[in-house]
């Protein structure tokens, strides 16, 4: 009976595979789709009526917050492709949403929030696209210091600096400087970062130690890595959430050694259109993930 | 069923299976798969069976997805068996475990075993020193029995933690550069490459996964290849790793082959 019905899907699914590379993604029709978020906005609204009198925040304090939130940010190109407009729009839209959208995390009790803005591989992009980028960088850091400085967050950026140009290196230097002393909120800025080349940096320093005899070989171990991370500015240097935009399901060589145990979540929502919506569900789906760090419960 | 029917039912099953993966091996395949093998201890106590005896349901389900991939002629195949934080679980389940370990690992040298039917070569992949001497005894037997194998590549990665193995590459880069500082052949120290810790890694013998299954349906690395898996297509899968069967894998390979060709064109570019 078993073998029947086996046989039957199996023969189903010969006939199926075709359709699916026929169109991109499996996609449920829009109408029903927006029917989904409808209800499910809905829903939790209704539930939390008397607490959207306060602030966001509220709502997020109750159940177990994560202390750091990586965000990689994908999807600001098919964004722009799907409205018709230009790639550098949708990445004007998704600079605009992480700054929306950046005060709202550190209501919700996030104390650390790391963006993947650039990574190295971004660099074989056109020259167009990665020039506009990084003027739209200097640009915003330009007009948002006073912003961040007015709300006592602290921004680091962190990345490789060997290809920057020169003006976008010194606003970075001045902002970092600007903010170094605030604590509880922490904006991570990834830019030309890539995973490997962390750990990569962090083998060298070790090795330079060892080279001076500050340090002997034999005692190389975790933490000593975790503290020559570029993570280490933080205080939390571990990402407790991830999350990908755009559907995609890797990591792209964002922080590899850091999320040795982070929880993965992945969004079909394009980047410039990850709301406030979308931070909730991330946030309740995070809550009720059962972290045991490879022992029982 | 009387068995005059099952016989010929199974024929045809095992044919459709064979369609199936014809038609999928038409698109690009991954050359290497990884599984992280979860849900074992939930799968028992959903079955309301007694704790061990979810492990074993594991291992022969462990089979049957070997078997589907070798079939599909994906040549490395990495699992999860054992982390070194599991060593951290209650004694008698971790005893258990290296019993059940223990038995498999010699259950490979049998003549009727998988290795032999599709050659594999057998990797042991971890810290081997914090494993029982009678298991890493059994571990190295079978490395040395399977090294003449070259057709597939099996690593099963036992007492492992990805921070562990990137933690000694660090340490024997350091070394193989002090060394050579010190004999004047290196003048630079700061000339360490990202390919001296990959030649050091453990894992260097196989290239990067490039589709990381998870089963019962929880999205984290757990500190598994977290320096391999930069570019890896992760696919979580809500049964529970027994439960585990052809459709999943059918499905994960059909999301790698949609996003195949794109990232190959953005590998090109680099």
Known sequence: MLSLVSIFLTCLALILIPCLFIFRRPSFPLFLKKIIIFINTTASQYNDEEERYGTIGEKGKRGRMPKHVGIILDGNRRWANKRGLRVSEGHEAGARTVLEHAMDCFAMGINTLSLFAFSTENWGRPDGEVNFLMAMFEKNFKSEMAYFDRYKVKISVIGKRTNMPQSLLGLIHEVEEATKNYKEKHLIMALDYSGRFDILQACKSLAEKTKNGLIQVEDINESMIDKELMTSCSEYPNPDLLIRTSGEQRISNFFLWQSAYTELYFSNVLWPDFGEAEYLKALTWYQQRQRRFGRRV | ?270
Not at chain 2, 160 to 177: F, G, H, L, P, R
Not at chain 2, 213 to 242: C, K, V, Y
Request: glycine share 6%; net charge positive.
């Open chain 2, 1 to 270: 069923m009387a068995d005059i029917i099952r016989q010929p039912l199974e024929q045809i099953h095992g044919f459709s299976r064979r369609c199936l993966f014809r038609v999928i091996s038409m698109g690009s395949l991954p050359i290497h798969m990884a599984f992280i093998m979860d849900g074992n201890r939930r799968y028992a106590k959903k079955r309301g069976l007694e704790d061990g005896s979810g492990h074993k349901a594991g291992f022969s389900a462990l089979m049957s997805m070997l078997q589907y991939c070798y079939e599909l002629g994906i040549k490395y195949v990495t699992i999860y068996a054992f982390s070194i934080d599991n060593f951290r679980r209650k004694p008698e389940e971790v005893q258990s475990l290296m019993d059940l370990m223990l038995e498999k690992i010699k259950s490979l040298l049998d003549k009727e075993s998988i290795v032999h039917g599709y050659g594999i070569r057998v990797y042991f992949i971890g810290n081997l020193a914090l494993l029982s001497d009678q298991v890493r005894a059994a571990a190295e037997e079978v490395m040395e029995a399977t090294a003449k194998n070259n057709r597939v590549v099996l690593l099963v990665c036992v007492a492992y933690n990805s921070t562990d193995e990137i933690v000694q590459a660090v340490k024997k880069s350091c070394v193989n550069k002090l060394v050579k500082h010190s004999e004047g052949r290196d003048r630079d120290i700061e000339r360490i490459q990202l390919v001296d810790i990959e030649e050091n890694m453990q894992m260097s013998v196989a290239p990067d996964p490039d589709i990381l299954i998870r089963s019962s349906g929880e999205t984290r690395l757990s500190n598994f290849l977290l320096w391999q898996t930069g570019n890896s297509q992760l696919f979580s899968p809500d049964a529970l790793w027994p439960e585990i069967g052809r459709r999943h894998l059918v499905w994960a390979i059909l999301n790698f082959q949609r996003s195949h060709s794109y990232l190959e064109k953005k590998k090109k570019q680099l």
